[in-house]
């Protein structure tokens, strides 16, 4: 899992846009408003003191009006000095004060003393008492603050507007006569009705400061108008309150307005989120672990699962990686066919044989097989120079790619090849490998090479369980293994094995060399070993011929193989035994050699050798210390315990022990040195590069050493030619063996050569 480092920053981007967003209005965007709010609310509130002002003023100037009406009057002025004696009657009546508006009219005269007063009904100050009352608090204030025009003064019914007038007659005298006092009171009425008129809820109180003033708070701004600014003497203010409703709107707004943002900005983050997440984050870390997978199993063949629904650019960037995939497969499929392919005959080799038959049709209904291997290759590469032997392998390499169709052909081992090919049966196989065959022998007669021979195993694979690399070589290899076993130059099919049909071929093997046994027709030919300086002949190795009354001679590498199989080498090995003995008794002793016989495991192990020892020593008196036993060394393995036993009994006996073929076979030298073994033939295959081969010169020098150092015996097998014998001559003290000195010859060739030797000192 990867962290989100895309998502991560894109959120915290876009959280750093809002929250600056939120801060340029709570810092630059909402003090504007507000300020300007502010100024609003301010000239509402101005307004309102003014027209409050106005209503106040304008009841003044109403009063001023209807007192002048009545002080600037002769029957008033008349009335207060005492000479009209009607004029209450004639002009108060009960209704007069309430038509006025007015709450008490008091006249004075000249020495303000009450000459009458007249109340409101509706001011409840019905009763004498209160009515005195009411007058003598006036008096109270007259007396002590003087005639005001125009006053708010407190009394004990709450505050009241006192206005005042001197009594001038109409005439326009000088003369003053008295006071005409104007009362109105103060009360919850009067307070509706100014209120009224000024479209705000007034209330009154004493005065607390000596200003205007206007206090605010968030909702409100609270004013004290102080009413000495309307009338000649107040202690009284006026209250109301004017709502902020700029300031109040503007912050409602502004408030809503960034929590809108808020929930806006994280609606919008949680979308973002969910969307990055879903539409890119989480693809790509699809494709990131998929790269991965990719990456860990490290099979070229897997892909970015797309997304056909999608067409964005994230798909576009999986399928060009899939590109990119595809073209690193293409590259590695390249580099593999150069891998994977022989230089020499082109054709591809062993590895491409998995690759390609792992990367077949789809279980196609039947997939022939066939391997081929050229027989005896080293040999007529090492009789005819690689040269040829190249062009043997070029040539045919070319004329599997001729009959090949569209099957798949491969080199894969020095002389063996491969042919797979779906749809081919065991005929169609077969025809082929006939063609092949032919091909080949008549290629190597034009370059006068006499029998080139081919060992071909075929396999038909039916089943689709046995569709697979392991089972097809596994069977291939039995089939070819029982080619070569037959005496290879060959076809084979598994089938023919599985159903025993190639017994027949064995069958008519056994039944000849069974008949070759009766009748005499084996023969022994001895091939001299001597030791070279001095020369001297040591002794000889018995070596078996077959001249078949049909097939004429038939090689041992061939039959000895298939005696062996069938169970006929014991009575081969007992005829080989009795014939040697008897044949070389009389040169053995005469020309002191010894006589080398080859045993095979088989006979080893079911102990025929052994008994026709015994037995044969004790029908002649050949000395047992003159015979060699040679065992292969490639036999050597396994049956570690029984080749001990044979060996303790032959040494028991007196025999000495040869391992043959040395070199060929894997035992590691301390087995071999646990078997205690007299004499080691290294195998021919080690002289075939002598002088020319520097790591074949190498290796038969490092064998010699080490030999040497071991205390055995050396025979060097194979040597023909004059440098090859100078070598071995150089590097070791070693017997020889080879056509240097002689093939291996019948017994009477034997007899001369043996007299020559000693005569001549060849
Ligand atoms: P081997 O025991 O290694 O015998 C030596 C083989 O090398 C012989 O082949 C011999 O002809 C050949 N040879 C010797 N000197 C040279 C040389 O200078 N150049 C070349 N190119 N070849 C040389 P041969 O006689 O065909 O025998 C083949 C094999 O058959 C023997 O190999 C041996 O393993 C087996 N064999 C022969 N006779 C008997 C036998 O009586 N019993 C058993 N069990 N096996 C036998
Ligand atoms: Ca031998
Ligand atoms: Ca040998």
Known sequence: MIDLRVQTKLFIAIAANILLFIGVILFVIKPYFVEKSIEQDRAMTRDQIESVSEVFANHRLMLERTLVDWSVWTNVFDFVQGNNESFVE?????????????????????NREVVYSEFNQFYELDREAERTAFTNDLLRYVNSSGVKQSAVYGTDFGPVVFMSHPIFRNDGSKDQGGTLILIEKIGPDFMATMSAQAKTKLSISPLSHQRLTIERDDQFARVSLPLQSIYQDANWEINFSVKRTYYSNTETMLELGMFGLLVLGIGLLLTLFWTVNQIITKRLVEIVNELKGITKERNSRLRIRLNPGKRDEIEQMAISMNEVLDALEQTQKESLTRAFRDSLTRLPNRLAVEEVFMSLPESPRVIGVMGIDLDNFRRINDQFGQRTGDAMLTFFASRLMFYKEDGFVARTGADEFILIHPGWTVEELKIVANQLMRDLREWGLKQGMNHLTLSIGIDELTDPAHHTYEVMMARLDVVLHEVKASGKDNILSYQDIEDGSHYLQALEMERDLRHALRHDEFELYYQPIVSPQPFRVRGVEALIRWHHPQKGFVSPGVFIPIAEQL???????????????????????????????NVSKRQILDGSFLEALEETLAMTDFPPARLHVEITESEVGGNVYELQQFIQALKAIGVKISLDDFGVGTSSLSYLQSLRLDIIKIDQNFVKGIPENKFDRALLEGLYQTFHTLGLDIVTEGVERPEQLAFVLEYSGSLIQGYHYSKPIPIDQLHHYLRKSVLTQI
């Not at 004639?90 to 005269?109: C, P, V």
């Not at 008897?582 to 010894?594: C, I, R």
Request: no cysteine; charged share 25%.
């Open 90 to 110: 004639k002009n108060l009546g009960e209704d007069t004060l309430d038509n006025l508006g007015i709450g008490a009219m008091i006249f004075l005269d000249e």
């Open 567 to 597: 169970g006929l080498i014991s009575d081969v090995g007992r005829w080989v035994l009795v014939r040697a003995i008897t044949e070389m008794q009389a040169h053995a002793e005469h020309f002191d050699l010894f006589l080398s016989v």
